[in-house]
């Protein structure tokens, strides 16, 4: 049973790029979670979704962030346009409910 | 707005010795409690949790104390071995809800 899988580990980006992170749960987790740290920083909620469903966005920015995660396929978390203070680790989290938490091994986006 | 806070950026413990690491919130909405452990390009894992029923919970090297009149917790390792060197990350969550507040986090070393 393979643990959050997150790709890629490292992404590079320049200013005004695109990135897509990816997020693949843990078998038979329905729950989805994005957190991200900023350098410095502990880790800052994003968003909660449940398969086709965004549950809770409160913690996205409100422009360029887009997150979801549809019936088959991993969960997505897009940035379009990046800037410089979108740098940060992205982790994301499953859960079978609301609690008991696992977290991937993040992606490290850079903007360049 | 700091709800969870972590005082101590890093802490360096001899091996063998007892390693405390600290924790305040200030929200009393708060009743549960996690510590997560973070090895550097690796996504927290889960360490022991509290809920504010109790004011202790003990997982062999690992207690937390939870103490809610002060909105205090502490995590205890002992005895601390190199292994635990680590970021460690408090985190907390209410009732019903699924968003975790972490703190920023206190850096452990444990020294050989």
């Known amino acids: 049973n393979a643990g959050v899988m997150q790709n890629p580990r490292h992404l590079v980006r320049r200013r005004g790029q695109e990135a897509r992170l990816r997020c693949s749960p843990m078998?038979?987790?329905?729950?989805v979670y994005w957190y991200r740290q900023l350098p410095e920083e502990g880790l800052k909620f994003m968003v909660y979704?449940?398969?086709?469903?965004?549950?809770?966005e409160s913690g996205m920015p409100k422009e360029r962030f887009s997150a979801e995660f549809p019936k088959e396929g991993p969960s997505i978390l897009r940035i379009q346009q990046v800037v410089r203070g979108d740098s940060a680790a992205y982790f994301c989290a499953s859960s079978p409910g609301t609690h008991g938490y696992t977290f991937g091994s993040g992606t490290r986006l850079t903007v360049v | 707005d700091q709800q969870v806070k972590q005082n101590s950026p890093s802490l360096s413990v001899q091996e063998g010795r007892i390693s405390i690491l600290n924790c305040d919130y200030t929200n009393s909405m708060f009743d549960y409690f996690l510590w997560y452990k973070k090895y550097p390009a690796e996504g927290p894992t889960f360490l022991i949790s509290i809920s504010s029923i109790k004011d202790k919970n003990e997982d062999g090297r690992f207690t937390v104390f939870l103490n809610k009149s002060a909105k205090h917790l502490s995590l205890h390792i002992v005895p601390s071995q190199p292994g635990d060197s680590a970021v460690y990350f408090c985190?907390?969550?209410?009732?019903?809800?699924?968003?975790?507040?972490f703190g920023t986090g206190t850096r452990l070393k444990v020294l050989a």
């Open positions: 078998k038979g987790h329905s729950h």
């Open positions: 985190a907390a969550s209410a009732s019903g809800t699924y968003k975790y507040i």
């Open positions: 979704l449940q398969k086709e469903n965004i549950i809770d």
